[in-house]
């Protein structure tokens, strides 16, 4: 699933306006002709509410939409809305999301990163162009009207576009490094794979500061536990989940169902540490799946490549051992041609407090909702994702504190679309309902 570019609230309803009448393209409507058209509202991305990413971005960049749905629209991308940043703030570029999403070149706003540059998997804008879009922005971001020099559009310079340079491994006693190493995506495709990883320590270890660098054009990167440690694939063999003709291969998909969420990262860098005194366990002889989706919709083969760095801590540091949550409903029935609802209670039986959230279901799944459950925060929500591949990974800025006989709630809508009842099971055309995070216990 293609991920989105600008994501964002949608604007309120606005009272019709009379058609434009010009004798020459306003700015803006260059802006769409030029940029948005053939490069943002493509299928799959910013063209249509029934594109698999709409629930995720809410975002239409059609000609016509365009316009009503960038100017002061807070977004959606989670960095970006935790600042109140809009999609086009008139009169400053650099607090619109739309102006860093097409310059790939993060130094122009301090090297934050929000979310994949765009288009993903795509040709970035040209220089000239990006430059249009800013001085656009700087005059007011007008629907109407000519303020801005016009030749800048035939411009031809390409966007920047960093070469890749990796991490550096942790110094030696510090940490370790695992890499995917250069891989082929074909042109027009999507390819997301996996390969596990041997860690190679000899004691336990204890990890509390993750580090992710990947080349442009990634989706996500996750790095995997497993449940059930006697069923683990071969080592350092590459598993793709897609077929060359896209089909889904399923003996790739049957060993995702083992998977418990360690790690991961949906921007092309990624720097967690976990507050102070907590750390991940890291059991001597570990091993790790790790999961890379690539995204390329342009006609030449590009590459992926994928550098994790794991950092630690001694154990004579470590006050909170942090482990992963999995919370699972294996109790429900979806009946067939109906949109359903299904709630479970979880609760702890000592305190804990949770960092982290993420979420996983197969593809019936349309909404994923995390809400405290019980205490003086009964039904407060913590977690929202509308994105069944690649839910939303959520740190929570302040950690949250559970009391013995407190939990969580998964409130979870799917639209069965089949002809058959659905229920838990581990086959891609059964359903699933987890709650994925990472927690500690006092």
């Known amino acids: 699933m293609i991920g989105s570019a600008f994501v964002g609230l949608l604007a309120g309803c606005k009272e019709p306006k009379e058609p434009l009448v010009e ?57 970006a809305k935790e600042e109140g940043m809009r999609r086009v703030k ?21 090297g934050k990163v929000y979310g994949s ?50 991490l550096e491994p942790p110094a030696a006693g510090s940490g370790i490094q695992v890499r995917i190493e250069p891989f082929s995506v074909n042109p027009q495709f999507e390819r997301e794979l996996f390969i596990r990883k041997t860690m190679g320590t000899s004691v336990d270890q204890y990890v509390n500061r993750v580090q992710i660098k990947m080349r442009q054009g990634s989706h996500h990167f996750i790095l995997y536990d497993f449940k059930d440690k006697s069923k683990l694939p071969a080592a350092d063999v590459i598993r793709d989940l897609r077929n060359a003709n896209g089909s889904l291969n399923i003996a790739t998909f049957a060993s995702m169902q083992n998977h418990v969420f ?5 921007t092309p860098e990624h720097d967690y540490t976990l507050p102070p005194g907590m750390a991940l366990l890291m059991p001597a002889g570990s091993s790790y799946d790790l999961n890379s989706h690539y995204v390329n919709k342009t006609g030449q083969t590009t590459t992926g490549e994928v550098h994790v760095n794991l950092y630690t801590i001694p154990k004579e540091e470590v006050q909170h051992v942090v482990q992963s949550l999995d919370l699972a409903n294996q109790e429900f029935s979806l009946p067939a041609g109906q949109r359903i609802t299904v709630t479970k209670k979880f609760t702890f039986n000592k305190p804990r407090t949770v960092l982290m959230l993420t979420s996983h279901t197969h593809k019936l799944g349309e909404k994923f909702v995390v809400k405290i459950n019980g205490g003086s925060r009964n ?10 591949e690649h839910p939303l990974i959520k740190n929570l800025p302040t950690p949250l504190k559970l009391n013995a006989g407190e939990g969580l709630t998964s409130e979870i809508t799917y639209n069965n679309t089949t002809t058959r009842t659905v229920r838990f099971g581990l086959t891609s055309e059964d359903e699933m309902g987890i709650i994925f995070g990472y927690y500690y216990e006092d």
Request: charged share 15%; with cysteine.
């Open 90 to 110: 008139p009169f400053s570029a650099f607090e619109s999301l739309l102006y860093h999403k097409l310059n790939w070149d993060a130094s122009h706003h301090g």
């Open 262 to 266: 360690w790690a991961g990262t949906q």
């Open 23 to 79: 004798t020459e393209l306003s700015s803006f409507s260059l802006i769409q002709d030029r940029i948005l058209t053939p490069s943002c509202a493509t299928a799959g991305c910013h063209a249509s509410e029934q594109d698999g990413s709409f629930r995720q971005h809410g975002l239409l960049l059609t000609n016509g939409k365009s316009y009503e749905n960038l100017i002061n629209v807070v977004s959606w991308q989670p960095d």
């Open 379 to 388: 039904g407060e929500i913590l977690y929202e994702s509308t994105d069944w």
């Open 117 to 166: 540059p765009m288009p993903l998997g795509g040709i970035p804008v040209s220089v000239g162009q990006t430059e249009f879009v800013r001085r656009w922005i700087e005059a007011g971001a007008p629907e109407t009207g000519n303020m801005v020099d016009t030749t800048l559009l035939s411009d031809k310079t390409p966007g920047v576009v960093a070469a890749f340079t990796g």
